[in-house]
C-alpha cells in the first residue's frame, strides 16, 4: 500500500533566500523515504511579505525543488499580511495532499522526520495532528512520556490529516501574530475527540524567531504569550 500524499506548507514573512533554501533541501531529504513507499510529496510555500520574490527565484525555487525529488515546490504571493494560521489556511486550499504538514521557514527537518510522523498518523486514526521534538529548545509543555499525548501542538511543525484540518476550520485567522492559533486549533480537535501527540522520534531543528522581520515589540509579545499558553488553553476551553 503506497503512503499518501503529503503538503509541507510553510509562511513566510520577510524571510531570506538563503533560508528558503535551506528549508528546501531540508525538506526534500526528509521527503526521501516517504517518496519511496509512493507517497507524493509536494512544498508549498505561501508569503504574506510586502513584496512577492522575484520571479527569476520563484522559478529556481520550483525547478530546484523538483531537482531535489519533490513532486511540486510552488509559491503563493498573498498581496496581505494572513499572519501564520491565516497564511496556512491560504496554503491549504492551494495544496491537495491527504495529510498537511504545518512548518515553519526557520526549522531544518531530522531526515527522517516525515517518515516518523507519517507513521504515527497512519497507525493510529486517533490522533488528530503529530508534532516533532524541538532543538536545541522544546516549548515548555507536558505530555505522556509512552503516549505522546499532550495539550497542545507547536505550529512551528506537525503533522495532519487533511481531513481532520477541514473538519475544523483550519486555524483561527484573527490571530495575526503570537503563539495562539495552535492552542486554538488543538482545542478544537480534542474537543471533537481527537488526540494531539509529540512524537519522540520525530525532531526538528528550530531557530525561533528566525522567520520573520517583524518588529521586536511583537516578538516579545509573542514570548510573553508562551509563558501563559495554559490560560490561553482553558479560555479557549470555555469560549468553544
Not at 132 to 147: F, G, N, V
Request: charge should be negative.
Amino acid at each position: 500500500m503506497s503512503a499518501p500524499s503529503l503538503s509541507v506548507q510553510t509562511v513566510l514573512y520577510g524571510t531570506p533566500l538563503d533560508q528558503i533554501w535551506q528549508l528546501i533541501r531540508s525538506v526534500a531529504a526528509a521527503a526521501r523515504p516517504w517518496a519511496e513507499r509512493g507517497g507524493r510529496v509536494e512544498l508549498v510555500i505561501g508569503d504574506s511579505s510586502p513584496i512577492p520574490l522575484s520571479a527569476e527565484a520563484v522559478d529556481e525555487i520550483r525547478e530546484g525543488g523538483i531537482d531535489r525529488g519533490l513532486a511540486d515546490c510552488s509559491y503563493v504571493f498573498f498581496d496581505a499580511n494572513l499572519g501564520s494560521g491565516g497564511g496556512h489556511n491560504r496554503v491549504a486550499e492551494h495544496s491537495g495532499g491527504e495529510v498537511i504538514f504545518v512548518l515553519n521557514p526557520d526549522t531544518y527537518l531530522a531526515p527522517t522526520a516525515i517518515r516518523v510522523l507519517g507513521d504515527a498518523l497512519l497507525a493510529d486514526p486517533s490522533i488528530g495532528a503529530a508534532e516533532a521534538r524541538q532543538i536545541p529548545m522544546e516549548h515548555p509543555k507536558d505530555y505522556d512520556p509512552l503516549t505522546g499525548d499532550t495539550s497542545w501542538v507547536s505550529g512551528a511543525c506537525f503533522m495532519t490529516p487533511r481531513r481532520v484540518f477541514e473538519e475544523l476550520g483550519g486555524f483561527d485567522g484573527r490571530y495575526l501574530f503570537g503563539p495562539y492559533e495552535d492552542v486554538a486549533l488543538c482545542c478544537r480537535a480534542r474537543r471533537a475527540g481527537g488526540r494531539v501527540a509529540v512524537h519522540r522520534g520525530a525532531y526538528l531543528y528550530h531557530l525561533e524567531g528566525k522567520s520573520s522581520d517583524f518588529s521586536a515589540p511583537q516578538v516579545a509579545g509573542a514570548v510573553a504569550m508562551n509563558r501563559i499558553r495554559p490560560s490561553l488553553m482553558v479560555a479557549a476551553q470555555q469560549t468553544q
